[in-house]
C-alpha cells in the first residue's frame, strides 16, 4: 500500500487507538505531514513518533479510519487477508448454507474495515464505499474479493452514488467491476426466494439484516391476520405467509417496493387471495384502523441519521408504536424495530414504554432482538451495534 503522509496525534490521544478504536477525530490531531488528499493511506504516530496504525485519511470530524493496527506497513495482501478473516468469521457462524446463500461479507468497523460494506448475493458481490478512501481502493477490493471467493463469485458490482460524501458522488462509479450479473437475481433465505436487484433497489438491493427476525416472525404467524408496515421487497410478509398466516397485508410508501413484494409472493407461488399490498404512508394507514390484526411489524427506516435529530426520531418512534399498539387486537404481537444507530438500546426502550402508556395497553416484552452474526459488533467499536428490535405481547 503506498502510504501518502502522515498524522501525528496530540500527547495522550494515542490512548483510544491502543483500545483499538478505529476513528481519529480530528480535535486529537496535533499535525499533519505530507500533501494529503482525501482517500489517501496515512501513518497514525504519537507525538513522541511512534507508529500505532494505519488508515484512509480524509477531512471532517473523523479524519482517518484505522484499517489496520500496529506498526507494520499494510502490504499489498492486506484486502485480501481482511477479506479472508471476514469469510472465516461466516462460516463460523454457519454461513452460508443450502438453505441461506445471501450473507453479509463486510460490516464496516465490525470487520477491521471502517467504510466498506460488501453484501453477498449467491455469486455476486454488491460493494458498497462510505469513505473516499475505499472509493479508491474499490478495484483493488474487486480483486481481493475474486482471490478470496473463487469459483463461488462471477461478479461484482460497484454501488456508493447514494453512501459517498458529495464531491465524489457527483462522479458516478456504479457499475460493474467484474462480471455481468443479471436482474432481478433470485436468492434463498431460509429457503424463501427473494428477488434481488442491486441496479435499482435501495441500498445494496435487500434487507439481510432481518434474517432471524424474518424467521422468528414465522413462529407467530400461524392463522393469525398480519399487518407487515415498511416492507420493502416484502421479507417478513413472505416468511408470515410461508408459517400459514391467514392473510398477510403488506404496507409501504414506495410504489417500487410494493411492486417487489408483489414479485416476492408470486415467486414463492402463495395464494394471492391470502396476501394484500398498498402503496402508503404507514402513519396514514394506521389511522382509525379497527382491532382487525393479530401480529403487526414496524420495521421503518432510520429516523435519524445524525445526532441533532434524534429527538425528533424518538418522536417518530413514539407515535408510531402508539399507533400500532392502539389497533393490535388483545393478546396481538408487536414486532418493533429501530435501525437509528443514534437512538441506543435503552433509549429505544424507553420510548416503546411510553408508547404503552401513551396507548393504555398492558405490554410484555417476550423477545429482545438485534442485527445477526454477519453484521458483527467490535467490542472495540460499540458503535457498530444500531438494529434493535423487540417483540411485544400486547394485551
Ligand atoms: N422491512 C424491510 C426493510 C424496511 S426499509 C425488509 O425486511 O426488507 C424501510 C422501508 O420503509 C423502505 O422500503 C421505504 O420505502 C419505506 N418507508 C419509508 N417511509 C415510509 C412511510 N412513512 N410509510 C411507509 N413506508 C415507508
Request: glycine content about 8%; hydrophobic content about 35%; charged content about 20%.
Amino acid at each position: 500500500m503506498t502510504i501518502s503522509g502522515k498524522v501525528v496525534l496530540k500527547q495522550g490521544r494515542e490512548q483510544s487507538v491502543l483500545r483499538k478504536h478505529p476513528w481519529i477525530f480530528s480535535g486529537g490531531i496535533a499535525s499533519t505531514g505530507g500533501n494529503l488528499g482525501d482517500g489517501d493511506w496515512v501513518e497514525v504516530c504519537t507525538d513522541k513518533g511512534q507508529t500505532l496504525a494505519y488508515g484512509h485519511y480524509q477531512q471532517g470530524s473523523i479524519t482517518v479510519r484505522i484499517l489496520s493496527f500496529g506498526p507494520s506497513q499494510p502490504d499489498r495482501h492486506f484486502y485480501v487477508s481482511k477479506l479472508n478473516d471476514a469469510l472465516q468469521l461466516r462460516h463460523a457462524a454457519g454461513l452460508p448454507t443450502s438453505a441461506t446463500n445471501a450473507f453479509r461479507l463486510v460490516h464496516g468497523e465490525g470487520d477491521g474495515l471502517p467504510g466498506l460494506i460488501i453484501d453477498y448475493y449467491d455469486g455476486v458481490s454488491v460493494v458498497q464505499a462510505h469513505s473516499y478512501g475505499m472509493h479508491n481502493d474499490r478495484e483493488l477490493i474487486a480483486k481481493a474479493l475474486l482471490d478470496v471467493l473463487g469459483t463461488s463469485l462471477h461478479t461484482v458490482y460497484y454501488k456508493s452514488r447514494a453512501t459517498l460524501p458529495g464531491k465524489v458522488r457527483e462522479t458516478p462509479a456504479d457499475g460493474y467491476l467484474s462480471g455481468m450479473g443479471v436482474v432481478p437475481h433470485i436468492i434463498l433465505e431460509h429457503q424463501h426466494k427473494f428477488y434481488v436487484d442491486w441496479e435499482e433497489g435501495q441500498k445494496t438491493g435487500f434487507f439481510l439484516d432481518q434474517r432471524e427476525n424474518r424467521k422468528l416472525l414465522a413462529d407467530f404467524s400461524n392463522g393469525k391476520n398480519v399487518l407487515n408496515t415498511f416492507c420493502y421487497t416484502g421479507g417478513f410478509s413472505v416468511y408470515a405467509l410461508k408459517a400459514d398466516a391467514r392473510l398477510v397485508h403488506s404496507v409501504d410508501a414506495s410504489e417500487k417496493a410494493i411492486e417487489l413484494t408483489r414479485k416476492n409472493i408470486a415467486l414463492n407461488c402463495f395464494d394471492p387471495e391470502t396476501h394484500a399490498c398498498t402503496a402508503t404512508d404507514t402513519f396514514e394507514f394506521l389511522k382509525n384502523k379497527e382491532a382487525f390484526y393479530d401480529v403487526i411489524v414496524l420495521d421503518p427506516p432510520a429516523f435519524a441519521k445524525h445526532r441533532d435529530s434524534r429527538h425528533q426520531a424518538v418522536k417518530g418512534y413514539q407515535r408510531l408504536n402508539t399507533e400500532a399498539m392502539k389497533v393490535i387486537r388483545r393478546g396481538g404481537i408487536l414486532f418493533t424495530f429501530s435501525c437509528s444507530q443514534v437512538v441506543d438500546r435503552q433509549l429505544f426502550y424507553d420510548t416503546v414504554v411510553s408508547a404503552a402508556i401513551q396507548a393504555g395497553r398492558d405490554v410484555k416484552v417476550l423477545h429482545h432482538l438485534t442485527q445477526p452474526a454477519d453484521h458483527p459488533v467490535s467490542m472495540s467499536h460499540p458503535e457498530g451495534e444500531y438494529l434493535k428490535g423487540l417483540v411485544l405481547y400486547v394485551v
